[in-house]
């Protein structure tokens, strides 16, 4: 993980500096409009439209461009080389050699700091994956845990305070039929040492199977006992077969590079929820109804919520309110996002809404990131053990492939090699198909799409990292001085200008919430590299030459490397 160095707060980003000289030059001359990034056909750097001032100035606007084009030079000492009127817009253009210098500097000073904002006061507490226990861990938990881990990366990095959080549900109605299942069809049993996860699975479904109205009886025993600890040999079950969970999930994020600072468990919500549940009986916020506790959310259009079943035992919703207070509380957070399946949305409002009737100070600040659904080619997921497809199937499936793939390129590696090699490039390949959507689009994965090293995918920007990485290693090369000046051809220019754009591309991300303006990105920058590789030579240039391309070509390397890693993904030396 990236440290925090003192030189984050005070580095000018190159087109940050762009942008504030042009600014100051506009203000300057009494112009106070906003500027913006023209689209890609344009080919000016920055621009200004003039519309607005066509008001008070009482002139077309084309008329204002030209005028403040032969009014206003570009100053020396900035990094404005040209400013030229084109139609309605006042168009600013870069010095190139000058930025070239910059962003280069910039990426080799700063190196996995680089793109990284100044420390923010804003304590943002991040909840994503909830994986519950005597459960499986499908492809809707990979989205899940995928996006909480680069968000949180990506919004360290922009400057926040952040908070890592799982919140698993270890408790209530599916471990209830988890511990009937297992001690009426599996009592005695252990789990198996490989894929604990799937037989664990394979319970709950089966448990599923085996749930009818006479033996829901038996299940809502099992329910009440377990949440009032009234039998000690069930409760002594419960906590070993929750272990069995929590340890193959493990597993799992180890493998999903997953990081929590804090684990909340339903279980631990119960008593406090029960005593929030009186005080908004008091309050005359929620009542009891058929000998069940609720909150009447209709006036919101936001239906009945219940709170406690008739057997006072408490459900999903109580508890997270008693989340929320704790979440705060322990925590004194300022921002709580739920990264939460968009399936749960009703719930998410129902929580809000409470949590304002209850004027809870923070209601406000509590966001859920919804996200859409994961299906396959055929429509929607289904497996051998379960409604949606396994996460263990699934790694299984891809790794088989990626191994093949990674035989064919690398023969002489050994196995060991091969193995690790195929498992970075899968778990790669899943993850960024996950990333590279918005949370709201739907996804249809595809297997074979989301392995292809020449697809929009994760594995072809890793392939072009180590494409960086072996360039680098054929060259008698230590980065220092070069020429900015030698740099000028367009696909040079074009690969500086994107590798500038990284700080930008880190901050929408945060803004919207959305690691998909990352993937793109860094789609656009390794396609950028390759265009630059395939077109201009780098180790058989002149020596100045070749020294300024290097330094391009470790730049990039560079970028790749921060981007990778701020989705959470790993970035090879070789592939
Ligand atoms: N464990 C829940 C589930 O699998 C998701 C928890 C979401 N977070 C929350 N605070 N409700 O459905």
Not at 94 to 122: C, F, H, M, R, W
Not at 260 to 271: G, S, W
Not at 460 to 471: K, N
Not at 492 to 508: G, H, M, R, Y
Request: proline share 4%; hydrophobic share 35%; aromatic share 8%.
């Amino acid at each position: 993980m990236p440290t925090q160095t003192k030189s984050a707060n005070t580095i000018n980003y190159a087109q940050e500096l762009l942008k504030t000289q042009t600014k100051t030059l506009l203000k300057k001359h009494n112009i106070n409009a906003p500027i913006e990034t023209p689209p890609e056909n344009i080919d000016a750097d920055l621009a200004m439209p003039t519309f607005a001032l066509a008001k008070t100035l009482k002139k077309p606007p084309h008329i204002i461009a030209q005028d403040l084009q032969n009014s206003i030079n570009p100053p020396k000492n900035t990094l404005i080389k040209q400013i030229k009127a084109q139609g309605p817009y006042l168009n600013f253009y870069k010095d190139n050699e000058k930025y070239t210098g910059i962003v280069l500097k910039n990426i080799t000073s700063a190196k996995q700091n680089y793109g990284k904002k100044p420390e923010k006061k804003q304590k943002v507490m991040i909840e994503y994956s909830q994986a519950n226990t005597h459960k499986a861990f499908h492809v809707g938990h990979i989205r899940g845990t995928s996006l909480g881990e680069s968000l949180a990366r990506t919004m360290k990095h922009e400057g926040y305070h952040v908070t890592q959080a799982n919140y698993q549900g270890d408790t209530g109605a599916h471990v209830a039929k988890w511990l009937w299942c297992y001690l009426k069809f599996h009592k005695n049993e252990t789990p198996p040492k490989k894929q604990s996860e799937k037989w664990i699975a394979s319970i709950y479904v089966e448990s599923v199977k085996k749930t009818t109205k006479e033996n829901q009886k038996e299940i809502d025993k099992i329910n009440s006992d377990l949440e009032n600890n009234t039998d000690p040999n069930l409760t002594a079950l419960w906590k070993k077969t929750r272990e069995w969970s929590l340890k193959s999930l493990q597993d799992i994020y180890k493998d999903l590079d997953a990081h929590f600072d804090h684990y909340f468990f339903e279980r631990q919500m119960e008593t406090r929820a029960k005593e929030i549940v009186k005080d908004l009986l008091k309050s005359g916020i929620a009542k009891i109804d058929q000998d069940a506790t609720i909150i009447d959310l209709r006036k919101y259009n936001l239906g009945i919520w219940v709170l406690l079943r008739k057997d006072g035992t408490c459900l999903y919703s109580a508890k997270d309110i008693a989340l929320a207070e704790k979440k705060f509380k322990k925590y004194n957070i300022d921002k709580s996002i739920y990264i939460i399946g968009a399936a749960q949305s009703l719930h998410a409002q129902q929580l809000f809404k409470t949590l304002e009737l209850m004027n809870f100070k923070n209601a406000k600040n509590c966001h859920h990131l919804s996200f859409a659904e994961v299906r396959l080619p055929t429509g929607k997921m289904s497996s051998r053990t379960g409604e949606n497809i396994l996460y263990t199937d699934m790694l299984e499936e891809l790794l088989a492939y990626a191994k093949q793939e990674v035989t064919k390129r690398h023969p002489g590696w050994t196995q060991e090699e091969k193995d690790t090699s195929a498992k970075n490039i899968t778990i790669c390949a899943l993850k960024f198909s996950m990333l590279n959507q918005s949370p709201n689009k739907l996804i249809t994965f595809s297997p074979k799409e989301a392995l292809n090293f020449e697809g929009d995918t994760g594995p072809y920007i890793q392939y072009t990292h180590a494409r960086a990485h072996s360039i680098l290693r054929q060259a008698t090369f230590s980065p220092g001085s070069f020429n900015p000046a030698l740099l000028k051809e367009k696909e040079e220019l074009d690969l500086i200008k994107k590798l500038s754009q990284f700080p930008e591309a880190v901050t929408k991300t945060c803004e919207q919430y959305d690691p998909n303006q990352l993937t793109s990105y860094l789609l656009e920058l390794s396609h950028d590299f390759n265009t630059f590789y395939h077109k201009h030579p780098v180790l058989k240039a002149q020596k100045e030459l070749s020294t300024a391309r290097l330094t391009l070509v470790q730049s990039t390397m560079q970028v790749l490397n921060n981007g990778l890693y701020l989705l959470a993904i790993t970035a090879p030396k070789q592939m």
